[in-house]
Every structure is written in C-alpha cells, then in structure tokens.
C-alpha cells in the first residue's frame, strides 16, 4: 500500500470484479478499504479453479486478486439494525462504493441521498450495469454482456472470425478504473468544497469510452472498424507474425519504422521503393507483402529476429503467456509481482500494483486478503464505538453472519 490516500476510509459494499476491483486500487493508494459483506459473504471467495489452504483458511485465489489490503466484516442490510451499524460506520467514512442493481440500493436504503442524511461529506459512488438513466437502467450485465454491446467485442477478433471477447474482464475492470478515478477527483474537490458527491458509473459507458478512436471514426464519417486480430486499421505492419519457435509482434507504428524493419529481415530493396514508403501503400500489397515475409520468418527463431530488429530500433516484442510475465525482469523490477501473506494458508501471488510514486513503491507491501467477517467486531469497535455487548447482541440476533 502507497501512503497518497492514507487517512481515508472506504466502505466497500461491492462485489463480484467490477466494484472490488476500484476498491482494490483505492486500497493500493493507500486508503482504508472495509469489505462490507453480507451473510455468506462475497459469491466470489468460491470461484475456482484454484485455492490456497485448507479448511477455514481455504482462499480462492481469484478472490484474492481483487481483494488485496483489505478488511472484511458481515452486516445483514436487509434488516434495520444492520442499517443501523453501517450508517454508523459511515458516519466516520470518507467513501462509500456500491454495485448493486439499480434499486436495490434504495431498496435497502444504502443509496446516495440516504446516506448523505448520515454524513453529506460522503463520496457515494454507485455502479451498475447501465447507469441511473435510460430505458435500461433495471437490467442485469456481466463483462461478456457488456463487451458485446459496448462495441467493443466487434473489433476484437479475427476478420471473419466469430467476434471474440477481450482476454482481460475489460467490461469489469474499466468500470472500477473509472470509478477509482472518478472517487479520487471526488476527494479533491471535497477538499475546497467540504460538499460530498454522488456518482453515478454505468458499466456500459466506460466500454463506450474505451472505444477511442474507433467511435471518432464511426461518428465523423470514417469507416466502422471491423475485427482487427493482432493488427490495426491505418498502421502496417502492426500484427503478430510467427517465428520458427513462436510468435511475436512488430509495431511499425509510423512509416519512420519501415526501412528498418526491411532491413532486419533482409529485405533491403523493400525499404528503397517509394511504392512501399506508406502505410496505405503497405496495406493495400499486405497479401502480397506477406507471402515473402511469412515464410522467411519460420527460417529463424524469435529471439533471432528480436534481436535483428531491436538493432534496427523497430518496436517489437515476444507474446508472453501470462506465467512467462511474471518471469520478466523488467517485470519483477518494477515490483510488478506481489506476495500476499496469509499465514497458514501460505502465500498467494498477484499482480502488482501499476501506480508507481518516486521514493515509495520500491518499497511497497501490500496486506493479506481476509477473512470473511475476519475484522467484524475490530471495526465496530475502532470505526462506530461499538462495546463488546453491543457486539455480542448484533451477532445474537445474527446481523453479523
């Protein structure tokens, strides 16, 4: 954890990878992040396929990746007095975070304006999968569902292809990157205004927003893109190729790159002729251009021919696996690799945090993922004043699973 946003304290009340995963940026920065869960806990602690420990100490390893640095505890908010105890919490929080489906949220009164009766100081920051707008603000989305109706499902892929979905849950994650980024202008202007916020993160709109370039074309009379593989629609070559050992990628981003690239593969007259000097003279000999380089390729290994073009100083690159990555020195020397202590359990690893601020994340630690209700009476205590009878009757009365 990073020391930015010490001293402020989030309710998570998220769940599933689109909110835990803008909690988990907040708790990198450096915020207290309390995981408020309800009875049960998080449907995501019994993803598979893969876990540490045993018995109580069992851990999905796929819950750990989102939920790092993080305190958990157990409130029932379907009943009052579970109510009660995270309005009391609030009362003594900078940021509340929430996914639920949209009502449901003012259904159990955990919404901005109740919340904001509580403590009007509140960053309140509500996702859901279409937003608080729109004729369809009720309906249910997961990162496929959004991919594919946020466009952006239709340029990935293979031309011809059935459209594929991004590796990466891009449909989640955008959505909590953008609401760390949208909680942390909060915060800011909170510091001139004293005033809290409510915002409103719709899933949908950030797929819209990742879209770029690809909607300044569609919406200015440019061409509608197309599935574009390894490739790009303007830049070429910009694509994945196939060494004798493997694949690996050539980026000729700019026709500065072009005669280097000819160069590292022999290819020298290529980079003389003023028919191949641009990228849309490029692309339109592409089948032509590629029934030389293909074959040439597979005569020599990639690192050969990383080698040859790194010479040249064309950007380029090996396709890692995602287990080779974290191999990469580069990699392990920005601290890209993180160790999480959870002592009978073991130690379980994630990817590290990518938010880098000279003179601390050298040396950076990040804490264990929890327990579920691991911190319940800890918080109470510390957070909403709560004594330990108190305690004892809310757990009775089972509102602390």
């Known amino acids: 954890m990073l020391s930015v946003l010490r001293g402020v304290r989030v309710l998570d009340l998220t769940r599933m990878v689109a909110g835990p995963y803008g909690a988990l940026l907040l708790a990198d920065l450096g915020a207290e992040v309390i995981k408020v869960e309800r009875p049960g806990g998080d449907e995501v602690r019994a993803m598979g396929p893969t876990f540490v420990g045993e018995g109580e100490h069992r851990t999905s390893v796929y819950f750990a990746a989102f939920h790092r640095s993080k305190r958990s505890i157990v409130l029932d908010l379907t009943r009052d007095e579970g109510r009660a105890a995270l309005y009391d919490l609030a009362r003594a929080s900078d940021v509340v975070i929430e996914n639920f489906r949209f009502g449901v949220a003012e259904k159990l009164r955990c919404d901005a304006a109740s919340l904001h009766a509580v403590n009007p100081k509140l960053i309140v920051c509500g996702m859901t999968g279409f937003g608080r707008t729109g004729p369809d603000r009720d309906g249910t989305a997961f990162d496929l569902t959004l991919q594919a109706r946020g466009g952006t499902m239709s340029i990935t892929g293979e031309p011809g292809r059935t459209p594929a979905r991004m590796g990466p849950p891009m449909g989640d994650l955008a959505g909590g990157m953008f609401a760390a980024l949208a909680i942390a202008s909060a915060l800011y202007e909170r510091e001139r205004t004293g005033v809290g916020r409510a915002i409103d993160l719709s899933l949908l709109d950030c797929q819209v927003a ?119 020195e580069q990699v392990r020397a920005r601290n890209m690799v993180a160790s999480l202590d959870q002592g009978p359990a073991g130690v379980i690893g994630t990817a590290g945090n990518p938010m880098k601020f000279v003179g601390e994340w050298e040396s950076e630690r990040h804490g264990p993922v929890p327990a579920l209700g691991e911190h319940t009476d800890e918080v109470l205590r510390a957070v909403a004043g709560y004594d330990d009878t108190r305690i004892r009757a809310l757990r009775a009365a089972g509102l602390l699973g």
């Open 210 to 328: 990742l879209l770029a370039y690809a909607a300044t074309y569609a919406l200015n009379g440019g061409p509608v893109l197309g599935p574009q593989g390894s490739g790009h629609a303007y830049a070429w070559p910009y694509r994945a190729l196939t060494a004798k050992d493997g694949d690996f990628v050539v980026a000729v981003f700019t026709d500065r790159f072009w005669p280097g690239f000819c160069r590292a593969l022999s290819l020298d007259a290529w980079a003389e002729d003023p028919a191949l000097a641009t990228h849309a003279q490029r692309r339109a000999r592409q089948a032509e251009l590629l029934s030389v380089i293909e074959p040439l390729l597979r005569e020599r290994t990639a690192r050969e021919w990383l080698e040859a073009l790194e010479r040249e100083g064309v950007p380029c690159a090996k396709v890692q696996g995602v287990d080779a990555v974290f191999e990469d």
